[in-house]
């Protein structure tokens, strides 16, 4: 009753979950990853101790197919399970049991395993792998686009309810005290996977780090304007504002973000 995909990063910093479904709240159940060591996607039927104990076995150094293997092998009711997992290296599988509910199964490719059951047919699978082979730029923009693309091939043939999107970088979380870079989460809502991509642009800006390549000198005339306008609205740094407006994450030293610089603009008109 799902459809997913799990990924490294082609420069093998990243690896990440996406997932949609007609299905309350799928981010608690489906998703797992833990930077340097892989992702897993279990659905259909899921079997929750597969995140944990399909994680300790990658640690260990095993491959996503002996892991695939390992877990299937021991589940009773592995014909009801659908799973696919990418190891630190890159190598992806998936499985798909044979008592899921058609349209079910999976795909792998280089660095991926995408895999649904109950869906509307093979095109959504093909459109999670086509769509995440053809796209470029961060690995949550990817498995965004991935779903997507899915979402418009047909998706869940029994209707839309929830997507999540995760990604573990090693310390990318908010203030550098975490590995979880993205964790997006739509529980319940008419059209889960658009909504899921608002999320993530509002997740960019807030958490985000800015690009050193645009940054701007605060010097001279922009020192000023930004000064002023930070008095206008009752503010003596731009640290001050920044924190309450939660942009905190885009500060640097002597620079501003031209994301930060639009959006005080915006609020001192």
């Not at 997992?85 to 599988?93: F, K, L, P, S, T």
Request: with cysteine; net charge negative; hydrophobic share 40%.
């Amino acid at each position: 009753m799902t459809f997913s995909i799990v990924a490294r990063s082609a420069d093998g910093s990243q690896w990440g979950v996406a997932v949609a479904s007609k299905f309350l709240a799928v981010g608690a159940a489906v998703p797992a990853a833990r930077f340097g060591v892989g992702a897993i996607a279990t659905q259909s039927f899921a079997n929750l101790a597969y995140r944990p104990d399909g994680l300790h076995m990658l640690n260990r150094g095993m491959s996503a197919q002996a892991v695939v293997d390992k877990l299937t092998l021991a589940d009773d009711l592995r014909d009801q399970r659908q799973v696919g997992i990418v190891d630190r290296e890159g190598n992806a599988a998936t499985f798909t049991g044979k008592a899921c509910n058609d349209w079910a199964g999976g795909r792998t490719g280089d660095g991926y395993a995408a895999q649904g059951n109950i869906l509307t047919g093979p095109e959504v699978v093909d459109a999670l792998a086509e769509a995440f082979e053809g796209n470029a730029g961060p690995l949550a923009h990817r498995l965004f686009q991935a779903l997507l693309a899915a979402d418009r091939a047909g998706g869940d043939r029994r209707g839309r309810q929830s997507a999540a999107l995760y990604v573990v970088s090693e310390n990318g979380g908010y203030g550098g005290g975490s590995d979880v870079l993205v964790d997006v989460r739509v529980d319940d809502h008419q059209d889960p996977v658009p909504e899921l991509g608002r999320l993530l642009d509002l997740y960019d800006l807030y958490f985000g780090k800015p690009d050193p390549d645009t940054l701007l000198p605060l010097t001279g005339e922009l020192l000023d304007e930004v000064q002023t306008r930070l008095g206008r609205l009752g503010y003596e740094s731009l640290e001050a504002w920044a924190g309450v407006e939660n942009y905190e994450e885009r500060i640097v030293d002597d620079c501003i973000d031209p994301i930060v610089l639009e959006k005080l603009r915006d609020a001192s008109q």
